[in-house]
């Protein structure tokens, strides 16, 4: 599975509708309205390259209001979540 976070610019009067809009997107997990340099925060989850090209370029990309997006696609994840999960296995609390 292929991760990557979808930093995304948008037209501000496009702000209310385009939040719920991408977290409709089949493919997209969660979406951040975020304060900063962009207006919104989308990870995006592929089996393949090419699926996650078609999702960012030819799904995002193309939503009413969407100005500009930048990916990165993810190598590894760590988790605070992940970690504290795996030390509570069998151990005392």
Same mark, same amino acid.
């Given at each position: @599975?292929?991760?990557?976070i979808?930093?995304?610019?948008?037209?501000?009067?496009?702000?209310?509708?385009?939040?719920?809009?991408?977290?409709?997107?089949?493919?997209?997990s969660?979406?951040?309205s975020v304060?900063?340099?962009?207006d919104?925060?989308? @990870?995006v989850?592929?089996?393949?390259?090419?699926e996650?090209?078609?999702?960012?370029?030819?799904?995002?990309?193309q939503?009413?209001g969407?100005?500009?997006?930048?990916?990165?696609?993810?190598?590894r @994840?760590?988790s605070r979540?992940?970690l504290?999960?795996?030390?509570?296995?069998?151990?005392?609390?």
């Amino acid at each position: @599975m292929i991760t990557a976070i979808v930093l995304i610019n948008a037209d501000r009067k496009a702000i209310p509708e385009l939040g719920p809009a991408l977290a409709a997107i089949e493919g997209v997990s969660e979406v951040y309205s975020v304060t900063g340099e962009v207006d919104f925060v989308a @990870m995006v989850r592929a089996r393949e390259h090419e699926e996650l090209a078609d999702l960012v370029a030819g799904t995002i990309g193309q939503l009413p209001g969407v100005l500009k997006t930048h990916t990165h696609v993810a190598f590894r @994840m760590y988790s605070r979540h992940d970690l504290e999960s795996v030390f509570g296995l069998g151990g005392p609390a």
